[in-house]
């Protein structure tokens, strides 16, 4: 089992930064593929980004890349996810994920364990 737990979420302006962070307890952090994704009300859970177990290998979402980076420290078992250039439209809920998989993983279902959430409020 691996525990996930979200923090850095909040209300910022639009144009402004947030950086979320991450922190997974249990099993061998550094051995899982983690991911973030989010949810706007009324919509589907989409993909964010995501890191390969040795953060070797990275991938985004067209609607935030150059604006966010995913980033992780195997040693503390913590993933961050650093959003610049915020938009109202990345209001959403946000989640973390973890995936055995190895590699990249984009796929909500290939992720075995997920966090809460953390809540992020872009305001025009």
């Known amino acids: 089992q691996v525990q996930l737990v979200e923090s850095g979420g909040g209300l910022v302006q639009a144009g402004g930064s947030l950086r979320l962070s991450c922190a997974a307890s249990?099993?061998?952090?550094?051995?899982?593929?983690m991911g973030w994704f989010r949810q706007a009300p009324g919509k589907e859970r989409e993909f964010v980004a995501t890191?390969?177990?040795?953060?070797?290998?990275?991938y985004y979402a067209d609607s935030v890349k150059g604006r966010f980076t995913i980033s992780r420290d195997n040693a503390k078992s913590t993933v961050h996810l650093q959003m610049n250039s915020l938009t109202p439209e990345d209001t959403a809920v946000y989640y973390c994920?973890?995936?055995?998989?190895?590699?990249?993983?984009?796929?909500?279902?290939?992720?075995?364990?997920w966090g809460q959430g953390t809540q992020v409020t872009v305001s025009s």
């Open positions: 994920a973890a995936s055995q998989k190895i590699g990249v993983v984009t796929t909500q279902r290939l992720y075995d364990y």
């Open positions: 249990g099993r061998t952090f550094s051995r899982y593929a």
């Open positions: 890191s390969s177990w040795n953060s070797g290998r990275t």
